[in-house]
């Protein structure tokens, strides 16, 4: 399994940007895939998850209504669109992926990330 994202950039506060993540040795709908992203002395949060067990997307609470998490199955890319890009959002971003345990909740993968993990892409937000 590997991940590789790209996309990352210097962008003025208000602005866009769209994340990419190429993955390879899984199928997109098999398993949970999601974006984190860790700013400079913080811990890495969950930002976006589509989990695969029924489709459905779940966000931070900080990016809701911002970001937008995607996956093209024909292309085995997953995407993350930032929009209203605010300093804060300053980070580097990874993204994962991984199966997804019946047993375990949603808010699970958001803190913890599933179990494989591509090398982060930076983001900067600064006038």
């Known amino acids: 399994v590997q991940l590789q994202a790209s996309g990352g950039g210097l962008v003025q506060p208000g602005g866009s940007l769209r994340l990419s993540c190429a993955v390879s040795?899984?199928?997109?709908?098999?398993?949970?895939i999601g974006w984190f992203r860790q700013a400079p002395g913080m811990e890495r949060e969950g930002v976006s998850i589509?989990?695969?067990?029924?489709?459905?997307?779940y966000y931070a609470d900080s990016v809701k209504g911002r970001f937008t998490i995607s996956s093209d199955n024909a292309k085995n890319t997953i995407y993350l669109q930032m929009n209203s890009l605010k300093p804060e959002d300053t980070a580097v971003y990874y993204c994962t992926a991984g199966p997804l345990s019946r047993r375990a909740s949603i808010r699970f993968y958001m803190k913890f990330g599933m179990d494989y993990w591509g090398k982060g892409t930076l983001v900067t937000v600064s006038s």
């Open positions: 040795g899984f199928s997109l709908d098999v398993y949970g």
């Open positions: 589509i989990d695969s067990r029924d489709g459905s997307t």
